[in-house]
């Protein structure tokens, strides 16, 4: 669910802040296909002549890129690009920046004014957290407790954008009064991975009965997972289509 809604009208800033409860997740360029896979196990037979089957039609190899994936040949999924831009909250980056087998390029609160988009839990969003870490679940939060999220991150976001606002009409230096602003403000970024990358980073941060590891991620950037795995299954469908088939796993 998307909100993108003004703060109260008797705030300050009532004009200029959002709230939103999504994320945006673009492929804006990929040199990636099911077919860079073949070409680059092959050359271990056919040496050059592998180029040759570059525009080869990858469906009869279906077999070959299953066997890598299932045998867990990883370094012919290398051979491939993907470049996402990434906007959410700053939280979300946090986390994302932990792959480092990314490449991250993220807008700076040092050289410009931070736009006033903010996150804020959606409706659909489980609150409470039951259980230990590591064995723990979330429940569904009650009405008056995704009322007071909903109203608190609305009140304190709008109360710090005021005063990082006032900062810098002030002359204070952009990188100093950023500082009064919480992880929920949105950034955005570009992120490049190969294939390879990209399947140990959906491992990771989907959670998915049919996975041969279980995992518990934050719902935030598995919304972003979500995303990024639609691009992926979109442009290598047998290398996707693989990948699920062996338990999600990345080779």
């Given at each position: 669910?998307?909100?993108?809604?003004?703060?109260?009208?008797?705030?300050?800033?009532?004009?200029?802040?959002?709230?939103?409860?999504d994320?945006?997740?673009?492929?804006?360029?990929?040199?990636?296909?099911?077919?860079d896979?073949?070409?680059?196990?092959?050359?271990?037979?056919?040496?050059?002549?592998?180029?040759?089957?570059?525009?080869?039609?990858?469906?009869?190899?279906?077999?070959?890129?299953?066997?890598?994936?299932?045998?867990?040949?990883?370094?012919?999924?290398?051979?491939?690009?993907?470049?996402?831009?990434?906007?959410a909250?700053?939280?979300?980056?946090?986390?994302?920046?932990?792959?480092?087998?990314?490449s991250?390029?993220?807008?700076?609160?040092?050289?410009?004014k931070?736009?006033?988009?903010?996150?804020?839990?959606?409706?659909?969003?489980?609150?409470?957290?039951?259980?230990?870490?590591?064995?723990?679940?979330?429940?569904?939060?009650?009405?008056e407790?995704?009322?007071?999220?909903?109203?608190?991150?609305?009140?304190?976001?709008?109360?710090?954008?005021?005063?990082?606002?006032?900062?810098?009409?002030?002359?204070?230096?952009?990188?100093?009064?950023?500082?009064?602003?919480?992880?929920?403000?949105?950034?955005s970024?570009?992120?490049?991975?190969?294939?390879?990358?990209?399947?140990?980073?959906?491992?990771?941060?989907?959670?998915?009965?049919?996975?041969?590891?279980?995992?518990?991620?934050?719902?935030?950037?598995?919304?972003?997972?979500?995303?990024?795995?639609?691009?992926?299954?979109?442009?290598?469908?047998?290398?996707?289509?693989?990948?699920?088939?062996?338990?999600?796993?990345?080779?």
């Amino acid at each position: 669910m998307t909100t993108d809604e003004a703060a109260p009208s008797d705030t300050p800033s009532a004009a200029e802040i959002r709230f939103r409860s999504d994320v945006t997740v673009e492929l804006v360029k990929s040199s990636a296909s099911d077919a860079d896979v073949l070409f680059a196990a092959r050359v271990s037979t056919a040496g050059e002549k592998s180029l040759e089957q570059v525009g080869a039609d990858a469906e009869g190899s279906a077999g070959l890129i299953n066997y890598l994936m299932r045998d867990r040949h990883g370094s012919p999924f290398e051979h491939n690009q993907f470049t996402f831009y990434v906007s959410a909250p700053i939280f979300v980056f946090r986390e994302f920046m932990r792959h480092r087998t990314f490449s991250y390029n993220e807008e700076s609160g040092r050289y410009r004014k931070l736009e006033p988009v903010f996150y804020v839990p959606g409706a659909e969003r489980k609150l409470v957290q039951e259980g230990k870490p590591g064995r723990y679940v979330f429940v569904d939060g009650t009405p008056e407790q995704h009322a007071l999220v909903d109203t608190t991150t609305r009140r304190v976001c709008t109360e710090a954008y005021r005063g990082y606002l006032e900062m810098l009409e002030a002359g204070v230096a952009r990188e100093v009064a950023r500082g009064v602003l919480p992880v929920s403000i949105y950034s955005s970024m570009y992120a490049t991975c190969n294939a390879r990358a990209l399947m140990n980073f959906l491992s990771l941060r989907t959670k998915r009965e049919d996975s041969t590891f279980p995992s518990f991620p934050q719902r935030e950037i598995e919304m972003v997972a979500e995303r990024m795995e639609e691009h992926f299954a979109a442009t290598m469908p047998l290398t996707h289509a693989a990948w699920n088939r062996n338990g999600r796993v990345a080779p």
